[in-house]
């Protein structure tokens, strides 16, 4: 791994980056809201997890093909995009959530699987890790592959930490909402409006040549 002002620099870039809210932030937010902090921690950890699958694609250099391949890049990016605009959909039709407490097991293990499939297919995460890793490997130290994944470990902890403070913050003030019947009969529009509308940004965003 680089040390020194190489390790500062990449740290602070990172954490700038993570600061910026994107898909996998709104998802996290959303999900806090709607059930908790508990479900929201369990959506940081499918966030996390999708990213890592990111970090190792990035490492094989199974992202320098996605990137080559406008297909590729296409079929990602709209199925990612479809996707996102199905859970603003669910959330729509669907009774507001229970809360935190009651939530079974199985809608957390299904709140933390979506939160790897949201991750996974955004397509912009491969980009990220495509053009952002590399400016801080060294290949004169050798172990190109190995810096590559140790930096990626490290965005993932340091995402681990910023999203963990996304869903506090917003678990938190979930529950004050569904304290509040008016709120909580509304959220749902709120969410699933902000899940399509995600969705309907991703696929509508440029191509890889922007």
């Known amino acids: 791994m680089p040390?020194?002002?190489?390790?500062?620099?990449?740290?602070?870039?990172?954490?700038?980056?993570?600061?910026?809210?994107?898909?996998?932030?709104?998802?996290?937010?959303?999900?806090?809201?709607a059930q908790g902090r508990l479900v929201g921690l369990v959506s940081v950890l499918g966030i996390c997890t999708g990213t890592m699958v990111h970090v190792v694609a990035a490492t094989l250099g199974l992202s320098a093909l996605l990137v080559?391949?406008?297909l590729a890049f296409a079929a990602v990016k709209y199925v990612g995009a479809v996707y996102?605009?199905?859970?603003?959909?669910q959330a729509l039709v669907r009774q507001p959530p229970p809360t935190a407490t009651t939530i079974e097991r199985t809608g957390v293990r299904?709140?933390?699987?979506?939160?790897?499939?949201?991750?996974?297919l955004n397509p912009h995460t491969a980009l990220f890790f495509f053009a952002f890793l590399p400016q801080f490997v060294n290949p004169s130290r050798g172990g190109v592959a190995a810096q590559m994944l140790s930096l990626g470990v490290l965005f993932v902890m340091l995402s681990a930490t910023t999203d963990t403070?996304?869903?506090?913050?917003?678990?938190t003030a979930g529950n004050w909402i569904?304290?509040?019947?008016?709120?909580?009969?509304?959220?749902?529009?709120?969410?699933?409006?902000?899940?399509i509308g995600l969705g309907a940004a991703t696929a509508l965003t440029g191509s890889r040549h922007t």
């Open 3 to 33: 040390h020194g002002s190489t390790l500062v620099v990449f740290v602070g870039a990172s954490i700038a980056l993570l600061l910026t809210p994107g898909p996998a932030v709104l998802y996290i937010v959303t999900r806090s809201v």
């Open 68 to 70: 080559s391949s406008a």
């Open 84 to 89: 996102l605009i199905v859970l603003g959909i």
């Open 110 to 120: 299904r709140v933390f699987a979506q939160g790897v499939v949201v991750n996974l």
């Open 165 to 171: 403070g996304w869903a506090i913050a917003a678990g």
């Open 178 to 195: 569904r304290r509040n019947p008016q709120f909580a009969r509304r959220q749902r529009y709120v969410t699933g409006g902000a899940l």
